[in-house]
Protein backbone atom coordinates (compact mmCIF):
# COMPACT_ATOMS: atom_id res chain seq x y z
CA UNK A 1 0.00 0.00 0.00
CA UNK A 2 1.59 2.92 -0.92
CA UNK A 3 1.40 6.13 0.94
CA UNK A 4 1.69 9.62 1.76
CA UNK A 5 2.39 10.77 5.52
CA UNK A 6 1.54 13.85 6.72
CA UNK A 7 1.18 15.97 10.27
CA UNK A 8 -2.41 16.44 10.72
CA UNK A 9 -1.65 19.27 12.87
CA UNK A 10 -2.66 21.92 13.67
CA UNK A 11 -0.05 23.93 13.21
CA UNK A 12 -0.03 27.68 14.69
CA UNK A 13 2.42 30.40 13.85
CA UNK A 14 2.21 33.92 14.04
CA UNK A 15 1.86 36.17 11.28
CA UNK A 16 5.15 37.05 9.46
CA UNK A 17 6.98 33.61 10.65
CA UNK A 18 7.99 30.78 8.31
CA UNK A 19 5.58 27.86 8.56
CA UNK A 20 7.14 24.27 7.84
CA UNK A 21 4.73 21.60 6.56
CA UNK A 22 6.36 18.03 6.46
CA UNK A 23 5.31 14.93 4.35
CA UNK A 24 6.89 11.65 3.66
CA UNK A 25 6.17 8.82 0.98
CA UNK A 26 6.96 5.39 0.68
CA UNK A 27 7.02 4.61 -3.37
CA UNK A 28 10.49 5.11 -3.76
CA UNK A 29 9.83 5.65 -7.66
CA UNK A 30 7.95 8.32 -7.72
CA UNK A 31 9.38 11.20 -9.47
CA UNK A 32 6.14 14.27 -9.01
CA UNK A 33 5.14 15.87 -6.24
CA UNK A 34 2.99 18.47 -5.45
CA UNK A 35 1.62 20.60 -2.68
CA UNK A 36 -2.51 21.48 -2.54
CA UNK A 37 -3.94 24.30 -1.04
CA UNK A 38 -7.70 23.81 0.69
CA UNK A 39 -9.63 26.02 1.88
CA UNK A 40 -12.22 25.23 4.41
CA UNK A 41 -15.24 24.46 2.22
CA UNK A 42 -12.86 24.84 -1.36
CA UNK A 43 -11.33 22.42 -3.59
CA UNK A 44 -7.41 22.16 -3.73
CA UNK A 45 -5.55 24.63 -5.44
CA UNK A 46 -2.19 24.02 -6.96
CA UNK A 47 0.70 26.08 -5.12
CA UNK A 48 3.40 24.28 -5.98
CA UNK A 49 5.24 21.05 -7.74
CA UNK A 50 8.53 19.42 -7.71
CA UNK A 51 10.15 17.08 -9.47
CA UNK A 52 14.13 16.71 -8.67
CA UNK A 53 16.29 17.34 -5.41
CA UNK A 54 16.63 20.64 -3.92
CA UNK A 55 14.67 23.44 -3.58
CA UNK A 56 12.22 25.19 -5.75
CA UNK A 57 11.32 28.96 -4.80
CA UNK A 58 7.99 30.84 -6.12
CA UNK A 59 7.45 34.05 -3.85
CA UNK A 60 7.14 32.85 -0.53
CA UNK A 61 7.08 29.62 -1.26
CA UNK A 62 9.84 26.85 -1.34
CA UNK A 63 9.12 23.37 -1.63
CA UNK A 64 11.79 21.31 -0.72
CA UNK A 65 12.49 17.66 -1.90
CA UNK A 66 14.97 14.41 -0.85
CA UNK A 67 14.42 11.51 -3.01
CA UNK A 68 16.85 9.30 -1.09
CA UNK A 69 15.08 10.37 2.67
CA UNK A 70 11.57 10.62 0.55
CA UNK A 71 10.63 13.40 2.06
CA UNK A 72 8.79 16.65 1.30
CA UNK A 73 8.59 20.11 2.38
CA UNK A 74 6.95 23.33 2.40
CA UNK A 75 7.85 26.16 3.30
CA UNK A 76 5.95 29.43 3.60
CA UNK A 77 7.74 32.42 4.42
CA UNK A 78 6.24 35.79 6.24
CA UNK A 79 2.81 33.72 6.84
CA UNK A 80 -0.20 35.55 6.56
CA UNK A 81 -4.19 34.98 8.41
CA UNK A 82 -4.90 34.43 4.40
CA UNK A 83 -2.38 31.21 4.46
CA UNK A 84 -4.52 29.84 7.11
CA UNK A 85 -6.09 26.40 5.00
CA UNK A 86 -5.04 22.60 5.27
CA UNK A 87 -1.82 21.82 3.33
CA UNK A 88 -2.05 18.46 1.18
CA UNK A 89 0.95 16.61 -0.20
CA UNK A 90 0.77 14.77 -3.05
CA UNK A 91 3.05 11.93 -4.90
CA UNK A 92 2.51 10.66 -8.37
CA UNK A 93 2.70 6.71 -8.42
CA UNK A 94 5.77 5.56 -10.35
CA UNK A 95 4.93 4.13 -13.67
CA UNK A 96 0.89 4.48 -12.82
CA UNK A 97 -2.38 6.41 -13.16
CA UNK A 98 -2.39 7.23 -9.64
CA UNK A 99 -1.64 10.58 -7.41
CA UNK A 100 -1.78 9.73 -3.81
CA UNK A 101 -2.52 12.17 -1.36
CA UNK A 102 -1.76 12.93 2.44
CA UNK A 103 -4.56 13.77 4.84
CA UNK A 104 -3.26 17.40 4.96
CA UNK A 105 -1.76 19.80 7.84
CA UNK A 106 -3.88 22.31 8.97
CA UNK A 107 -2.13 25.70 9.04
CA UNK A 108 -3.06 27.99 11.62
CA UNK A 109 -1.51 31.70 11.06
CA UNK A 110 -2.56 34.22 13.67
CA UNK A 111 -2.83 37.83 13.27
CA UNK B 1 -15.67 30.21 -17.76
CA UNK B 2 -13.91 28.04 -14.84
CA UNK B 3 -11.37 25.64 -15.70
CA UNK B 4 -13.16 22.62 -14.01
CA UNK B 5 -17.07 22.98 -13.68
CA UNK B 6 -18.54 20.50 -11.66
CA UNK B 7 -22.47 20.56 -11.09
CA UNK B 8 -24.52 19.86 -8.59
CA UNK B 9 -22.56 21.81 -6.45
CA UNK B 10 -25.04 19.99 -3.11
CA UNK B 11 -27.16 17.30 -3.49
CA UNK B 12 -29.00 14.79 -1.22
CA UNK B 13 -30.39 11.91 -2.25
CA UNK B 14 -32.37 9.19 -0.80
CA UNK B 15 -30.74 5.57 -0.53
CA UNK B 16 -33.01 4.43 -3.72
CA UNK B 17 -32.40 7.25 -5.80
CA UNK B 18 -30.84 7.59 -8.92
CA UNK B 19 -28.61 10.48 -9.72
CA UNK B 20 -25.55 11.95 -11.63
CA UNK B 21 -22.78 13.94 -11.24
CA UNK B 22 -21.51 16.31 -14.20
CA UNK B 23 -17.93 17.81 -14.79
CA UNK B 24 -16.37 19.54 -17.37
CA UNK B 25 -13.17 20.76 -17.90
CA UNK B 26 -12.16 23.96 -20.75
CA UNK B 27 -8.38 23.32 -19.88
CA UNK B 28 -7.85 20.93 -23.34
CA UNK B 29 -6.58 18.04 -20.99
CA UNK B 30 -6.84 14.54 -21.76
CA UNK B 31 -7.07 13.08 -18.44
CA UNK B 32 -10.17 13.21 -16.07
CA UNK B 33 -10.35 11.95 -12.34
CA UNK B 34 -13.10 11.38 -9.61
CA UNK B 35 -12.20 11.55 -6.47
CA UNK B 36 -13.93 11.01 -3.05
CA UNK B 37 -12.98 13.38 0.32
CA UNK B 38 -14.41 12.33 3.14
CA UNK B 39 -14.24 13.98 6.52
CA UNK B 40 -10.25 13.47 7.95
CA UNK B 41 -9.23 11.14 5.43
CA UNK B 42 -7.19 11.59 2.49
CA UNK B 43 -8.49 12.10 -1.21
CA UNK B 44 -9.50 8.91 -2.48
CA UNK B 45 -8.81 8.28 -6.29
CA UNK B 46 -12.14 6.42 -7.75
CA UNK B 47 -11.43 6.59 -11.41
CA UNK B 48 -9.45 7.55 -14.13
CA UNK B 49 -9.62 8.71 -17.63
CA UNK B 50 -6.97 9.19 -20.18
CA UNK B 51 -8.57 9.99 -23.75
CA UNK B 52 -11.88 8.80 -23.08
CA UNK B 53 -10.58 5.40 -21.77
CA UNK B 54 -10.91 4.21 -18.27
CA UNK B 55 -7.33 3.25 -17.23
CA UNK B 56 -7.76 3.17 -13.59
CA UNK B 57 -10.78 1.79 -11.27
CA UNK B 58 -9.71 2.06 -7.87
CA UNK B 59 -11.83 -0.60 -6.15
CA UNK B 60 -14.87 0.98 -6.06
CA UNK B 61 -18.60 -0.43 -5.38
CA UNK B 62 -20.46 -0.70 -8.61
CA UNK B 63 -23.22 1.67 -7.27
CA UNK B 64 -20.87 4.16 -8.41
CA UNK B 65 -20.53 3.89 -12.46
CA UNK B 66 -18.25 6.46 -14.34
CA UNK B 67 -18.80 7.68 -18.00
CA UNK B 68 -16.80 9.59 -20.24
CA UNK B 69 -18.23 10.80 -23.19
CA UNK B 70 -15.44 12.45 -24.60
CA UNK B 71 -11.97 14.41 -23.28
CA UNK B 72 -14.54 17.57 -22.17
CA UNK B 73 -16.67 15.75 -20.38
CA UNK B 74 -17.18 13.17 -17.34
CA UNK B 75 -20.33 11.91 -15.38
CA UNK B 76 -20.34 9.74 -12.51
CA UNK B 77 -23.79 7.89 -12.42
CA UNK B 78 -25.25 7.23 -8.73
CA UNK B 79 -27.29 4.50 -7.81
CA UNK B 80 -28.69 3.01 -4.33
CA UNK B 81 -25.69 4.79 -2.62
CA UNK B 82 -25.70 4.15 1.36
CA UNK B 83 -25.27 7.00 3.66
CA UNK B 84 -21.39 6.44 4.10
CA UNK B 85 -20.83 7.20 0.41
CA UNK B 86 -21.75 10.72 1.84
CA UNK B 87 -18.48 13.01 1.00
CA UNK B 88 -17.58 15.61 -1.17
CA UNK B 89 -17.08 14.36 -4.62
CA UNK B 90 -14.04 16.47 -6.48
CA UNK B 91 -13.65 16.43 -10.22
CA UNK B 92 -10.20 17.11 -11.72
CA UNK B 93 -8.40 17.40 -15.04
CA UNK B 94 -4.68 17.31 -15.78
CA UNK B 95 -2.47 17.38 -19.50
CA UNK B 96 -2.19 13.95 -18.73
CA UNK B 97 -2.59 10.71 -17.08
CA UNK B 98 0.64 9.62 -16.31
CA UNK B 99 3.98 11.27 -15.69
CA UNK B 100 4.93 14.83 -14.38
CA UNK B 101 1.02 15.76 -14.43
CA UNK B 102 -0.59 18.50 -11.73
CA UNK B 103 -3.95 18.06 -11.50
CA UNK B 104 -6.89 21.26 -12.02
CA UNK B 105 -10.08 20.69 -9.47
CA UNK B 106 -13.31 21.47 -9.47
CA UNK B 107 -15.48 22.95 -6.81
CA UNK B 108 -16.93 19.74 -5.81
CA UNK B 109 -20.39 18.56 -5.16
CA UNK B 110 -21.56 17.98 -1.55
CA UNK B 111 -23.60 14.95 -1.61
CA UNK B 112 -25.46 13.91 1.42
CA UNK B 113 -27.50 10.68 0.89
CA UNK B 114 -30.30 9.96 3.48
Known amino acids: QKEVEQNSGPLSVPEGAIASLNCTYSDRGSQSFFWYRQYSGKSPELIMSIYSNGDKEDGRFTAQLNKASQYVSLLIRDSQPSDSATYLCAVNEAGGFKTIFGAGTRLFVKA | ?114
Not at chain 2, 82 to 108: K, R, V
Open chain 2, 1 to 114: ETGVTQTPRHLVMGMTNKKSLKCEQHLGHNAMYWYKQSAKKPLELMFVYSLEERVENNSVPSRFSPECPNSSHLFLHLHTLQPEDSALYLCASSPQAMGNTEAFFGQGTRLTVV
